[in-house]
Protein backbone atom coordinates (compact mmCIF):
# COMPACT_ATOMS: atom_id res chain seq x y z
CA UNK A 1 0.00 0.00 0.00
CA UNK A 2 1.00 3.75 -0.99
CA UNK A 3 0.92 6.30 1.75
CA UNK A 4 -0.26 9.58 1.07
CA UNK A 5 3.17 10.84 1.88
CA UNK A 6 4.33 8.82 -1.07
CA UNK A 7 0.97 10.20 -3.37
CA UNK A 8 0.66 12.98 -5.55
CA UNK A 9 -2.62 15.32 -5.46
CA UNK A 10 -3.92 15.99 -8.80
CA UNK A 11 -6.59 18.17 -10.14
CA UNK A 12 -9.99 16.32 -9.40
CA UNK A 13 -8.76 14.63 -6.32
CA UNK A 14 -6.84 11.83 -8.32
CA UNK A 15 -3.71 10.41 -6.71
CA UNK A 16 -0.88 9.03 -8.46
CA UNK A 17 2.50 7.92 -6.62
CA UNK A 18 5.26 10.45 -6.59
CA UNK A 19 8.82 9.46 -8.95
CA UNK A 20 11.31 7.57 -6.85
CA UNK A 21 13.75 10.94 -6.81
CA UNK A 22 11.31 12.93 -5.28
CA UNK A 23 12.69 12.28 -1.65
CA UNK A 24 15.68 11.70 -0.08
CA UNK A 25 16.08 9.58 2.29
CA UNK A 26 19.22 10.02 6.07
CA UNK A 27 21.72 7.16 5.72
CA UNK A 28 23.64 8.95 8.72
CA UNK A 29 23.20 11.27 11.26
CA UNK A 30 24.62 12.54 14.63
CA UNK A 31 24.71 15.50 16.56
CA UNK A 32 22.47 18.86 15.90
CA UNK A 33 20.79 18.20 12.18
CA UNK A 34 17.88 20.35 11.19
CA UNK A 35 15.47 20.45 8.37
CA UNK A 36 13.19 23.61 7.91
CA UNK A 37 14.83 24.64 11.61
CA UNK A 38 13.72 21.44 13.16
CA UNK A 39 15.68 18.38 14.59
CA UNK A 40 16.20 16.17 12.03
CA UNK A 41 15.80 12.20 12.97
CA UNK A 42 17.29 9.01 11.02
CA UNK A 43 13.82 8.82 9.38
CA UNK A 44 13.28 12.07 8.12
CA UNK A 45 12.10 12.33 4.29
CA UNK A 46 13.79 15.55 2.42
CA UNK A 47 12.04 17.29 -0.42
CA UNK A 48 12.35 19.88 -2.91
CA UNK A 49 12.68 23.50 -1.55
CA UNK A 50 13.89 22.54 1.79
CA UNK A 51 17.29 23.65 3.83
CA UNK A 52 19.52 21.15 5.58
CA UNK A 53 21.66 22.53 8.57
CA UNK A 54 23.55 21.57 10.99
CA UNK A 55 25.08 22.57 13.74
CA UNK A 56 28.69 22.45 15.99
CA UNK A 57 28.69 18.89 15.97
CA UNK A 58 26.07 17.78 13.15
CA UNK A 59 26.82 15.55 10.43
CA UNK A 60 24.53 14.21 8.02
CA UNK A 61 25.19 11.62 4.77
CA UNK A 62 22.02 11.15 2.95
CA UNK A 63 20.50 10.01 -0.27
CA UNK A 64 18.46 11.98 -3.19
CA UNK A 65 17.46 9.85 -6.69
CA UNK A 66 20.78 8.96 -8.02
CA UNK A 67 22.68 11.89 -5.79
CA UNK A 68 24.28 11.45 -2.24
CA UNK A 69 25.56 14.60 0.19
CA UNK A 70 27.27 14.56 3.52
CA UNK A 71 27.60 17.93 5.54
CA UNK A 72 30.02 18.97 8.36
CA UNK A 73 29.80 20.97 11.09
CA UNK A 74 27.98 24.38 10.78
CA UNK A 75 26.82 24.01 7.57
CA UNK A 76 23.42 24.92 5.72
CA UNK A 77 22.29 23.65 2.30
CA UNK A 78 19.43 24.68 0.84
CA UNK A 79 17.96 22.50 -1.83
CA UNK A 80 15.92 23.85 -5.01
CA UNK A 81 14.35 22.79 -7.95
CA UNK A 82 14.98 25.30 -10.90
CA UNK A 83 11.50 24.17 -12.65
CA UNK A 84 8.00 25.08 -10.65
CA UNK A 85 6.53 22.41 -9.30
CA UNK A 86 9.59 20.03 -9.54
CA UNK A 87 9.88 17.28 -7.25
CA UNK A 88 13.78 16.88 -8.43
CA UNK A 89 16.76 18.76 -7.26
CA UNK A 90 19.08 20.41 -9.19
CA UNK A 91 19.86 23.36 -7.65
CA UNK A 92 21.82 23.36 -4.50
CA UNK A 93 22.90 26.50 -2.40
CA UNK A 94 25.50 26.68 -0.02
CA UNK A 95 25.29 29.48 2.62
CA UNK A 96 28.29 28.32 4.79
CA UNK A 97 30.26 25.45 5.59
CA UNK A 98 31.09 22.38 3.77
CA UNK A 99 29.89 19.52 1.37
CA UNK A 100 30.80 16.70 -0.18
CA UNK A 101 28.59 15.30 -3.35
CA UNK A 102 28.51 12.90 -6.10
CA UNK A 103 26.32 13.37 -8.46
CA UNK A 104 24.50 10.77 -11.03
CA UNK A 105 25.67 11.16 -14.69
CA UNK A 106 22.84 12.47 -17.28
CA UNK A 107 20.96 15.42 -15.77
CA UNK A 108 22.82 18.96 -15.13
CA UNK A 109 22.61 20.34 -11.76
CA UNK A 110 24.26 22.60 -10.11
CA UNK A 111 25.67 24.14 -6.77
CA UNK A 112 26.12 27.81 -5.98
CA UNK A 113 28.50 28.55 -3.31
CA UNK A 114 29.78 32.27 -2.31
CA UNK A 115 30.79 33.71 -5.42
CA UNK A 116 30.58 31.01 -7.57
CA UNK A 117 28.39 28.72 -9.42
CA UNK A 118 29.29 25.01 -10.07
CA UNK A 119 27.98 22.86 -12.88
CA UNK A 120 28.05 19.59 -12.61
CA UNK A 121 26.72 16.89 -14.91
CA UNK A 122 27.55 13.13 -13.10
CA UNK A 123 30.37 14.50 -10.89
CA UNK A 124 32.18 14.11 -7.14
CA UNK A 125 32.68 17.68 -5.36
CA UNK A 126 33.82 18.91 -2.05
CA UNK A 127 32.78 22.80 -1.42
CA UNK A 128 33.33 24.89 1.13
CA UNK A 129 31.79 28.24 1.46
CA UNK A 130 32.79 31.57 3.51
CA UNK A 131 32.20 35.10 3.55
CA UNK A 132 35.42 35.58 1.69
CA UNK A 133 36.07 32.49 -0.59
CA UNK A 134 34.84 29.18 -1.96
CA UNK A 135 36.93 26.04 -1.74
CA UNK A 136 35.91 23.59 -4.79
CA UNK A 137 37.71 20.46 -5.52
CA UNK A 138 36.30 18.63 -8.66
CA UNK A 139 37.08 15.05 -7.19
CA UNK A 140 36.53 13.19 -10.14
CA UNK A 141 34.39 13.99 -13.15
CA UNK A 142 34.08 17.37 -14.78
CA UNK A 143 32.92 20.66 -13.79
CA UNK A 144 31.99 24.32 -14.92
CA UNK A 145 33.00 26.91 -12.76
CA UNK A 146 31.41 30.73 -13.38
CA UNK A 147 31.35 33.76 -11.57
CA UNK A 148 27.79 34.33 -10.12
CA UNK A 149 28.54 37.87 -9.94
CA UNK A 150 28.66 38.36 -13.33
CA UNK A 151 27.59 35.20 -15.24
CA UNK A 152 30.50 34.74 -17.31
CA UNK A 153 32.55 31.60 -17.83
CA UNK A 154 35.56 31.37 -15.28
CA UNK A 155 37.24 28.41 -16.07
CA UNK A 156 36.23 25.04 -17.42
CA UNK A 157 37.45 22.18 -14.85
CA UNK A 158 37.79 18.47 -16.83
CA UNK A 159 39.05 16.14 -14.59
CA UNK A 160 40.33 12.17 -15.07
CA UNK A 161 38.19 9.97 -12.36
CA UNK A 162 41.25 8.95 -10.47
CA UNK A 163 42.17 13.32 -9.72
CA UNK A 164 41.07 15.65 -7.51
CA UNK A 165 41.99 19.38 -8.69
CA UNK A 166 40.64 22.01 -6.48
CA UNK A 167 40.24 25.88 -6.89
CA UNK A 168 39.81 28.72 -4.37
CA UNK A 169 37.64 31.03 -5.74
CA UNK A 170 38.02 34.71 -3.39
CA UNK A 171 35.75 37.34 -3.76
CA UNK A 172 37.27 41.26 -4.23
CA UNK A 173 34.62 43.96 -5.16
CA UNK A 174 37.30 45.98 -6.95
CA UNK A 175 38.47 42.46 -9.72
CA UNK A 176 35.72 40.82 -9.30
CA UNK A 177 36.08 36.89 -9.03
CA UNK A 178 39.75 35.59 -8.79
CA UNK A 179 40.37 31.68 -9.25
CA UNK A 180 43.16 30.41 -7.83
CA UNK A 181 44.60 26.57 -8.01
CA UNK A 182 44.46 25.31 -4.37
CA UNK A 183 45.68 21.92 -2.31
CA UNK A 184 43.80 18.30 -2.11
CA UNK A 185 42.77 19.45 1.09
CA UNK A 186 39.78 19.00 4.27
CA UNK A 187 38.27 15.48 2.58
CA UNK A 188 39.15 12.27 1.54
CA UNK A 189 38.88 10.19 -1.75
CA UNK A 190 37.24 7.24 0.95
CA UNK A 191 34.42 10.39 1.52
CA UNK A 192 33.89 10.52 -1.91
CA UNK A 193 34.22 7.18 -2.52
CA UNK A 194 31.67 6.50 0.07
CA UNK A 195 28.52 8.73 -1.32
CA UNK A 196 29.58 6.96 -4.66
CA UNK A 197 28.43 3.65 -2.69
CA UNK A 198 25.52 4.94 -0.71
CA UNK A 199 24.63 5.81 -4.30
CA UNK A 200 25.06 2.14 -5.72
CA UNK A 201 28.15 3.14 -7.79
CA UNK A 202 31.69 1.70 -7.72
CA UNK A 203 34.77 3.40 -6.44
CA UNK A 204 35.41 6.36 -8.89
CA UNK A 205 39.07 6.23 -7.88
CA UNK A 206 39.90 2.35 -8.95
CA UNK A 207 40.32 1.94 -12.66
Not at 67 to 76: H, W
Not at 154 to 176: F, T, W
Amino acid sequence: MISRRGLLVLAGGALLPLPAAAEGEVRELSGDVRLNGYPMARNSRIFADQTVSTGVDGNVWFVFGGDAFFLRPRSELRLRSSRAGSALIDALRLITGAIGATFEPGRPRSVVAGGATIGIRGTGVYVESSPLETYACTCFGATDMMSTATGSMMESVRVAAVNHQARRIYLDPQMGMRVLAAPFERHTSEEIARLESLAGRPNPFRG
